[in-house]
């Protein structure tokens, strides 16, 4: 099946402590995209990749980090600079050239302890 | 600078027609998407516009006026499942990442 998966699903982090959420997709999509999301607010854009071994920061990029060394892979990790982790993590890829659609992943929820 | 406004809630009745507005202000313009987000889940793609115009898909309709900066999202024939989040979604130009709205919460009552 096609698609982009996400794990794990749930993660707890403790205080000083450096997570890295993993985001992968098997659509040939070139451009990948990681988004947080607050009870009740919208999506935000931490990180975003359009090519392999290229990605440019969001709104929101301190605290976070990416690597983009595989087409199919942006993993996320969350630094202990982040001081209000505790969100859900959207990973999304798209199709480059155009207006193209945007694919989320489940999600990761990452809480602290 | 880049603005996405929507209604933070809604209720509609079962079987009956709701309309969720947005309004949206960007640098530039190059599509305007519609995604639904049951709580807890991830946002999956509903209608996508880019020209002036109503885009229907069965119980669901997107429509655009560009030179407003205006679309909305028709649900008819409510069902209790439509319970859901809308978001409103813009792109700037070319494959820059969508720009999000805060997302309206409907609530389908019996």
């Known amino acids: 099946d096609g698609g982009i998966t996400q794990s794990p699903k749930y993660l707890f982090r403790k205080e000083g402590q450096n997570v890295t959420l993993s985001c992968e997709q098997n659509l040939n999509h070139d451009a990948m995209y990681w988004y947080r999301q607050d009870p009740g607010q919208g999506l935000r854009l931490i990180y975003y990749s359009q090519i392999v071994n290229d990605f440019q920061k969001g709104d929101i990029a301190e605290g976070y980090s990416v690597s983009r060394e595989k087409k199919e892979s942006f993993p996320l990790t969350v630094t202990s600079a982040q001081k209000n982790p505790t969100a859900f993590y959207l990973c999304a890829s798209s199709s480059s050239g155009g207006a193209e659609t945007q694919y989320f992943g489940p999600g990761t929820r990452l809480l602290v302890l | 600078g880049q603005n996405i406004d929507q209604p933070t809630e809604m209720t509609a009745t079962e079987g009956a027609i709701v309309q969720i507005n947005c309004t949206y202000q960007t640098s530039g313009f190059n599509g305007l998407f519609w995604y639904q987000q049951h709580a807890g889940e991830a946002p999956t793609f509903l209608s996508y516009?880019?020209?002036?115009g109503l885009e229907e898909k069965g119980r669901f309709s997107s429509f655009l006026s560009r030179s407003k900066g205006y679309s909305y999202l028709l649900l008819k024939e409510l069902q209790m499942k439509d319970s859901a989040s809308y978001l409103c979604a813009a792109r700037n130009s070319g494959n820059t990442p969508l720009v999000f709205g805060k997302g309206t919460r409907l609530s389908v009552i019996a």
């Open positions: 516009n880019v020209l002036d």
